[in-house]
């Protein structure tokens, strides 16, 4: 039997053909030097890889590149990215198989996805459903309907700072975190090599029983609450209920299907509402599937796309996370929260800073890039329909219906953030005026003959012409260019 050669995001079992096969793991120093990471980032993929060469007949090479520690015939699942792809497929004596750690298969998703004009998540998640058999009563859906977004778009409670939830387990560091902190250190102060963000105790799991031991957790004591503020933040609480299961299912820790089949499990024993466990299913079989798939789907050119033609470069501040520059104190927290953890949920992912930098023109590339250097759970696949298509709409509308454009309202209504904040954000003009409120009308105004025929913006362009001061808002969200807001 071939060594198997595993990638840092391939670490799980399933990446086997057989318990005991005999497994290559390769450390490349040329990773680190190409692109500046999440220091979090890097320790969490270095700790990963050193703990999996514990298990079994493990060869661990630590190299600059990886193509200098293929040395013998290997076999390898097909690799998460073109550049990945690339190099196996042109190095020699490597067999390369098919992909794992996703549910559906190319081919599937290919059949279903050839000869539609849009590609749509709701439309794949409904296929997925029948396909696999998840969350079905038979031919029809559990509980009858496909989607309960609508149970899962509560604010958050009033009056609390936190959600009444037990938060996951802590990971406990031991010598292998001791010794990769040590060397990330060496290679600052030594190599060259930069990081971004701080470093901090290990949050998320670097092994198979670590993974393991936040999915029970979550799908025991914070599934059941995951659902009504899925999209809901809270300053005092940036994790909610949300399962923090992410990284290690994107290095491979866990099988998303055995992550379904718990969270499955936990509603057919009556432990968990059908609306957490089917927003929590959405995201795992639907959405995640779907953003992999559209990765290899789309043309290789599709993470260049920018329709809009936002021209913008990345501003320092936030590049290197000076939360401290910021007043808005969504952005500010939410910007502290990358700084501090490499990793906020979906909500400030997508309406605080994807929703910022669409507002202000930033070169969709550039805030794809960032998203997949600053996040634990960031790569390439996962953060190029998400950003390019999604947050930015840079594909217009692909794969995404409409802009995620919203103004300080939503976050009022979503979050805490705004009592405490400045801005008001019923202010769209002057000193106290919310940059997110501006900022909305002020991309609505430069985009409006773009947006002209997109039927789900018809209303707010139809606002837009009632303003009065529109001149004075478009001038003064010029004026205030990259500077933090």
Known sequence: MRRRWLFADQLGPHFLDEPGQPVL???????????????????????????RAQDGDVRLVRAETYAEAVTEPLSVCHPTSRAARGLVLRLPDVEMLPARGFVTAPQDFTAWADGRGHLRLEDFYRYARR??????????????????????????????????????????????DEEVRAELDRWEREDGIRFVGNDGPRMFPATRREALDRLRHFADH?????????????????????????????LGLLDPLEVIERAEKAYREGSAPLSSVEGFVRQILG????????????????????????KGDLPKWFAELNAGAVEARCLSDVLAGVRDRGWVHHIPRLMVLGNYAMQRGWRPAAVAGWFHRCFVDGYEWVMTANVIGMSQFAD??????????????????????CGGCRYDPKVRAGDGACPYTAGYWSFLARHEQALAGNHRMRQPLRGLHRLTDLDALVEQEKARGSRAP
């Open 131 to 176: 396909h696999h058999d998840v969350l079905m009563d038979g031919a029809e859906p559990a509980g009858g309907r496909w989607n309960l977004d609508a149970d899962n778009r509560e604010p958050p409670p009033r009056g609390v700072t936190r959600l009444d939830v037990p938060p996951p387990p802590e990971i406990v560091e031991d010598a292998i």
């Open 25 to 51: 793991l390769v450390e490349s120093k040329a990773v680190f030097r190409r692109r500046v990471f999440h220091r979090q980032k890097a320790h969490l993929i270095l700790s990963a890889l050193r703990h």
């Open 396 to 417: 217009a509308g692909r794969m995404s219906s409409k802009p995620y454009a919203a103004g300080g309202s939503y976050i009022n209504r979503m979050s805490d953030y």
């Open 222 to 250: 914070r599934l059941p609450e995951f659902g009504p503020h899925e999209d809901a933040m809270l300053a005092g609480d940036p994790l909610m209920a949300h399962s923090m299961l992410s990284p290690a299912i994107n």
């Open 287 to 310: 959405w995640r599937d779907f953003i992999w798939h559209l990765y290899w789907y789309f043309e290789p050119e599709y993470r260049a796309a920018n329709e809009l033609r936002a």
